[in-house]
């Protein structure tokens, strides 16, 4: 079982920024991919932003050239640098992580970002 614990999250105004940090803990923390979803009231959940364990990363289009995902694999912790922040991205922020081999995921429990205008 891998548990995930995010941090980072806040209150900005818009075209600020955040970082935001998730950290991996628990056996067999040979991860594969991990990444980060996002949930905006009243809608579902979507990517973000993915990255694997060599470092090929993938964007949502609403993000690309503003957020940059990152990973510390010696530290089994994923980050995700936001910029120029829009209200549009205010939503809770979920930390996602898979072991290799494995078909199915962990999620972390969330971090709220809110995005005043």
């Known amino acids: 079982q891998v548990q995930l614990v995010e941090s980072g999250g806040g209150l900005v105004q818009a075209g600020g920024s955040l970082r935001l940090s998730c950290a991996a803990s628990?056996?067999?923390?040979?991860?594969?991919?991990m990444g980060w979803y996002r949930q905006a009231p009243g809608k579902q959940r979507e990517l973000v932003a993915t990255?694997?364990?060599?470092?090929?990363?993938n964007y949502a289009d609403s993000v690309k050239g503003r957020f940059t995902i990152s990973r510390d694999n010696a530290k089994n912790t994923v980050y995700l640098q936001m910029n120029s922040l829009k209200p549009e991205d205010t939503a809770v922020y979920y930390c996602?992580?898979?072991?290799?081999?494995?078909?199915?995921?962990?999620w972390g429990q969330g971090t709220q970002v809110t995005v005043s205008s």
């Open positions: 996602y992580a898979r072991r290799f081999g494995a078909s199915v995921g962990s």
């Open positions: 990255i694997t364990s060599p470092g090929s990363t």
């Open positions: 628990g056996s067999d923390l040979s991860l594969s991919a």
